[in-house]
């Protein structure tokens, strides 16, 4: 694994402000049982008055690089978004439901679910 230095190009708090708007429409999903995961969000929650800002940092940069780099990372997302709605559908909420709990137009999660029948994920 290649490793990829990021310079910052703003300050700690203009970084964690331009994702604010992704974590209030809760599009960062966690896995629920992770040992960190309450910390990880007690930390971004008391972000920036915590002791503690290395997760919001760190989450900051990975998500503005992942949202605006060129680097091949948006084919990616858009993969795991289609196989996430695939699931949801396989689970049994609708296609509409499915796409919308994944951020996807519903012709695009429909024309997958055809092209690639889902089976459920975690079985």
């Not at 402000?17 to 960062?28: G, V």
């Not at 998500?63 to 990616?76: P, V």
Request: with cysteine.
């Amino acid at each position: 694994m290649t490793l990829k230095p990021i310079k910052p190009d703003r300050d700690k708090f203009e970084r964690v402000a331009a994702i604010t708007p992704m974590l209030e429409a809760r599009q960062l999903l966690l896995p629920e049982t992770a040992w960190w995961r309450e910390d990880f969000i007690a930390e971004l929650t008391s972000f920036p008055a915590g002791a503690h800002d290395d997760w919001c940092d760190a989450l900051a940069m990975a998500l503005n690089y992942l949202r605006n780099a060129d680097n091949g990372a948006q084919k990616w997302i858009l993969v795991y978004k289609l196989q996430m709605g695939a699931h949801y559908y396989a689970e049994g909420l609708s296609v509409s439901a499915a796409a919308a709990r994944v951020g996807l137009p519903v012709e695009q999660l429909q024309d997958h679910i055809d092209r690639y029948p889902p089976k459920l994920i975690y079985e």
